[in-house]
């Protein structure tokens, strides 16, 4: 394994920023926008794929997350600054972005605002606008993340008590602990490919994105239901979406809102995949079509 490097850089709004760096120091920089209620700590089959295609993985923590500073009421858009800040922190003109769940919209957001230092767009299991989908946007999701989301439409008060309480679960949580407490967010594929190392890196990113508190997952789950800052159809460089059908946490129809409204968007929208089966099943895939954008 390449090594992985660990540390803090200063914004421009005197902010810091906790950043992770692996793979080769010559690599073309691949951004991995990290889930809700995770961070930017790295999954080791995620590194494996990337370090194989020659790419430098880089992933920092969102505002508020692990060791980065938050930054409240923070928009979905606001992340392009930040990935600008690292781009000119490792000295590279050009990158690759890829989001995985909540961490879609941020690197959808990288796309539409900076253009002229991204090659290409993967986005995977993706939440769409909720502005643009309204009702719609609940459909099929779980019960969990319903009542996370509509909580998060009443307000901070009401969303943030309930995420303090899951927390206390998640930041000591084993291997087999995030397996049931993901359990109602898992479809059949998923549970089936959801490994023990996979399980267990999880819970170390859940262990870092909440060592300090929730304040990074409140303002993120905010951050989806107002208005993210940008229009997709802004983006103009090649972006592939990727949603599986039997998605629980981020259900099929904001794929195929995402793939039919981003401008020239390849879509690969699969049956019998869910939130992580698809990630686990496709990495390899989603990383040559995005490389092929170089």
Known sequence: METIRMFTIPLPDQRLLAVEVSGPSTGVPLFYHHGSSTSGTQFRFLQRAAHDRGLRLVSFSRPGVGASTRLPGRSVADTA????????????SNSLQFGWSGGGPHALAVAARLPERVAGTVVMC???????????FFAGMAQSNVDEFKRALMGENLLRPSLEDDAQKMRSASAEDVRQILM????PADRVL??????????????????????????????YVKPWGFSVQEIAVPTAVWHGAEDLAAPFAHGTWLAQHI???TAHLLEGH???SIFLASVDQALAELASTL
Not at 81 to 92: R, S, T, Y
Not at 126 to 136: F, H, I, K, R, W
Not at 184 to 187: A, I, P, Q
Request: proline share 3%.
């Open 126 to 136: 993706s939440v769409a606008p909720y502005e643009e989908l309204g009702s719609d």
């Open 81 to 92: 600054n930040d990935v600008a800040a690292v781009l000119d922190h490792l000295g590279a």
């Open 184 to 187: 109602n967010l898992l479809s």
């Open 263 to 265: 401008p020239g968007a």
């Open 194 to 223: 959801a490994t023990k190392e996979v399980a267990a890196d999880i819970g170390a990113s859940w262990a870092e994105s909440l060592r300090h508190g929730v304040d990074g997952w409140v303002d993120e789950t905010l951050s």
């Open 274 to 276: 869910g939130h992580m």
